[in-house]
């Protein structure tokens, strides 16, 4: 069975710090996306990729957040500095371009900063 | 771009009744609405979809119907289990020549009382 797989599952850091997430999107995928789940606001997009070229990442606080993807089998998101604020759980999915086609969550990274 | 709204936000049913969560969306050239299921800790997994062109779609004891005139698409669920106990999101897509993505609505948190 074809997974996403980010890493890390949990990270806890002090505010200021840099902190980079990692996701593995399914093999032969040229989609991928980055969301934000927080209680208040659900299932929010930062950024999406297709053939590695990034799509759209208005959904992204640019002076704090980057998203890259050095290959085809590796997408990053990073905060820095991290805040407080930016505590939630940070979904990656993968798919072939179609949304019909179906997109695949990873099982997430929850951050915490403290 | 596209306004997905979701409601409730929180629904609670006895076990054997149904439940019905409702969506509405702005964007017209939408035409692909998938619902997801969350279980508590675990990634969003796709459930059911109805594309634009079809008014109902049923699997089992889910359904979900679109009205497009209106824009708005709801999800049911029949002889609700304690294993429906999750949150669910609707979400939204639009063509766009294989770079398709998907907006979600806030989710519902819906609990199953035995």
């Known amino acids: 069975d074809a997974r996403v797989t980010q890493t890390p599952r949990h990270k806890v850091t002090e505010m200021g710090q840099e902190v980079t997430m990692r996701c593995q999107p399914i093999l032969g995928h040229n989609t991928v996306f980055w969301y934000r789940q927080t209680m208040m606001q659900g299932l929010e997009l930062l950024a999406y990729?297709?053939?590695?070229?990034?799509?759209?990442d208005s959904g992204m606080p640019k002076d704090r957040f980057s998203a890259e993807m050095p290959d085809a089998t590796l997408a990053t998101l990073k905060i820095q500095p991290s805040e407080p604020r930016d505590s939630a759980v940070y979904f990656c999915?993968?798919?072939?371009?179609?949304?019909?086609?179906?997109?695949?969550f990873g099982s997430g990274t929850r951050l915490t900063v403290v | 771009g596209e306004n997905v709204e979701q409601h409730p936000s929180t629904l609670s049913v006895q076990e054997g009744d149904s439940a019905v969560i409702k969506c509405t969306y702005s964007?017209?050239?939408?035409?692909?609405f998938p619902w997801y299921k969350q279980e508590l800790g675990k990634r969003p997994q796709l459930i059911i979809d109805i594309r634009s062109n079809v008014g109902e779609k049923k699997d089992q004891r889910i359904a979900v119907t679109l009205n497009k005139t209106a824009k708005h698409f709801s999800l049911h669920i029949t002889e609700t289990q304690p294993e429906d106990s999750a949150v669910y999101f609707c979400?939204?897509?639009?063509?766009?020549?294989?770079?398709?993505?998907?907006?979600f609505g806030t989710g519902t948190r819906l609990t199953i009382i035995p």
């Open positions: 964007d017209s050239a939408s035409n692909y």
């Open positions: 990729f297709r053939n590695r070229a990034p799509l759209d």
């Open positions: 979400a939204a897509s639009r063509p766009n020549f294989g770079n398709e993505k998907l907006t």
């Open positions: 999915a993968s798919g072939l371009g179609r949304a019909d086609y179906g997109y695949t």
